[in-house]
């Protein structure tokens, strides 16, 4: 009996190793439990290395391609102000490189502007607001895009740099003059005045205008005071005011549409100047983005506007603003009404366009 018992003993081991090798293993009964565990060691590995390659692609992705989700560091006030005059020559001009090895100066360029001229022939003019923040460069290309959200080196920023709208003269002045310059509350506030045109707001209160009635704004060819007129909050898309938006940006018109958006203009600043505009005047305006109107949970595409007219020839630079008040009831666009409350008295009233 114990001889039949190791003869099937021995049948059904030699059995088991010719159902191993008719199916192609190497291996041993024995052994498979070594081998399932190899198995499960490659399929992990393979996960762990088909799943770094899509993070891989995916951040290479977001470098190169879709760089607009990255967003830049906060900078500090301090940074902010370096920003700010980066282009003073008194304090920073020996770190700039000029773009051209040879600079051609336009015919009646001043002197005091060659040096900024010579390390970016985009430089068109310098903007200061005394009392405020606003100090700094003007440049501009042939689109509007450009200097948005990028700085002077091609690289994107949410800060964008200071711009003169592609449409505005330099030398022979546009009608309408337009800068574009960005703010942040990146001191977290809740005031939006941390960068470059934040501080056009403190012109919504007229005892801020009382203290700095003249801005400034130096173009390559000549200096230039501007006496300021209004500073309004107005939408910036169709949706904030049952479509309509105010084209402030418009830079020529002719006499009687220029007269017209004037009227505009005083009908929705937040001051009432005495300073009077004729209509072969010029004007500056200084947009940047607003958020008086981000309540509620909603983000709204609004804008706060300053605009100041040109000093003319043998004019005093002096304003009298013992006559300048406060306006109660300057006419604002509907998403104004939709946040806080009320009907909109403007609602029907007429609707300003440039002329055609």
């Not at 001009?93 to 336009?106: C, F, I, Q």
């Not at 904030?240 to 005083?266: H, L």
């Not at 006419?331 to 609602?347: C, D, E, I, K």
């Amino acid at each position: 009996m114990k001889n039949k018992e190791k003869k099937r003993e021995s049948a059904i081991a030699d059995a088991e190793v010719v159902i191993v090798k008719r199916s192609g293993a190497v291996v041993l009964p024995a052994d498979e439990s070594k081998e399932e565990e190899r198995r499960r060691k490659a399929a992990f590995w393979i996960i762990v290395s088909v799943t770094f390659v899509i993070i891989a692609a995916f951040a290479i992705y977001l470098f190169f391609f879709h760089d607009e989700n990255i967003q830049p560091a906060v900078p500090t006030k301090t940074v902010r102000v370096e920003n700010v005059n980066m282009y003073d020559p008194s304090t920073a001009m020996s770190s700039l490189k000029a773009k051209t090895a040879s600079v051609e100066y336009p015919q009646g360029i001043q002197e005091k502007f060659k040096a900024i001229y010579a390390a970016d022939q985009h430089f068109v003019g310098w903007v200061s607001v005394p009392n405020t923040s606003i100090d700094a460069a003007v440049y501009q290309t042939d689109n509007n895009n450009e200097y948005l959200k990028h700085d002077l080196w091609g690289r994107w920023s949410r800060y964008g740099t200071v711009f003169l709208d592609a449409y505005c003269g330099v030398k022979d002045l546009s009608r309408n003059t337009v800068i574009y310059g960005h703010n942040f509350d990146d001191d977290q506030d809740k005031e939006f005045d941390d960068y470059i045109f934040g501080d056009i707001h403190k012109y919504l209160d007229v005892e801020f205008y009382k203290k700095t009635p003249v801005i400034e704004f130096d173009t390559l060819y000549r200096d230039c005071k501007w006496k300021v007129i209004g500073c309004f909050l107005s939408n910036g898309s169709k949706e904030g005011d049952n479509g309509y938006v105010f084209y402030y940006i418009a830079s020529d018109m002719n006499n009687d549409n220029f007269m017209s958006f004037i009227s505009n203009v005083k009908q929705r600043s937040y001051i009432n100047t005495t300073v009077d505009v004729q209509p072969d005047d010029k004007i500056l305006t200084l947009s940047t983005c607003t958020y008086e109107f981000d309540k509620k949970g909603g983000l709204h595409d609004s804008r706060c506007v300053l605009i100041a007219r040109l000093v003319r020839d043998g004019e005093s630079e002096s304003v009298d603003v013992s006559g300048a008040s406060q306006n109660d009831n300057p006419r604002l666009p509907q998403v104004y009404y939709n946040v806080y409350g009320g009907s909109n008295p403007f609602r029907d009233a007429e609707k300003w366009y440039p002329a055609e």
